[in-house]
């Protein structure tokens, strides 16, 4: 009997391909499931043990590469019991050799491959993310909205001060900009268009 079960996960928004292995050199099982479906999920893992000849009670080993997703994932597969780690997609390595077939399939397989020689012991071969705890993750949240908010800000405030220019205005824009405008166009003497 083999001692542990590895498990692979390529993520859609819809659809997650799970690619199981118990050795680098052994063939490996995949099977799509509905995104987040954790009774499949289940099943799917029982039927992987089962078909790899791996003890019910062995530890399942899990990865999947960090994105949109966040890390509910993480926490849903800790939750049933799974060891897992999320791997930082930029350092999963590449061959250089020419341009390379990129499927779901290959990606998952490669992952399963790497995730093998991870619980092995080879420990450079990827950078782990780290998995902040629901809190911070919540604070970053709040931050990146706050950045983007103020990068907007930024983009809308000069995209009127390149309009008013047009119309030969240099006034600074602030808090009272807006009861000031009324008819500015020192060189025409007339009123802004409102468009």
């Known amino acids: 009997m083999n001692s542990a079960l590895y498990m692979a996960l390529e993520l859609g928004a819809r659809r997650w391909l799970l690619a199981f292995g118990v050795g680098v050199a052994a063939p490996s099982r995949r099977r799509e499931i509905t995104a987040g479906d954790r009774g499949r999920l289940r099943r799917e893992i029982a039927e992987a043990k089962r078909r790899f000849k791996v003890a019910d009670t062995a530890p399942v080993q899990s990865c999947y590469e960090a994105g949109r997703d966040g890390f509910w994932i993480h926490r849903m597969l800790a939750a049933e019991g799974i060891v897992n780690v999320v791997v930082d997609s930029a350092s999963i390595e590449v061959s250089r050799r020419g341009r390379r077939a990129k499927t779901d399939r290959l990606d ?88």
């Open 108 to 195: 998952a397989d490669k992952l399963l491959r790497m995730l093998i020689r991870y619980g092995s012991g080879e420990r450079t071969l990827w950078k782990v993310v780290h998995v902040p705890t629901r809190e911070a993750e919540d604070a970053r949240h709040a931050e990146r909205a706050i950045t983007a908010l103020v990068a907007e800000r930024t983009r809308q405030r000069s995209r009127l001060h390149a309009l008013l220019a047009l119309h030969g205005v240099r006034d600074p824009i602030h808090t009272t900009f807006g009861n000031r405008l009324g008819p500015r166009s020192p060189w025409r003497r007339k009123c802004l268009p409102e468009t």
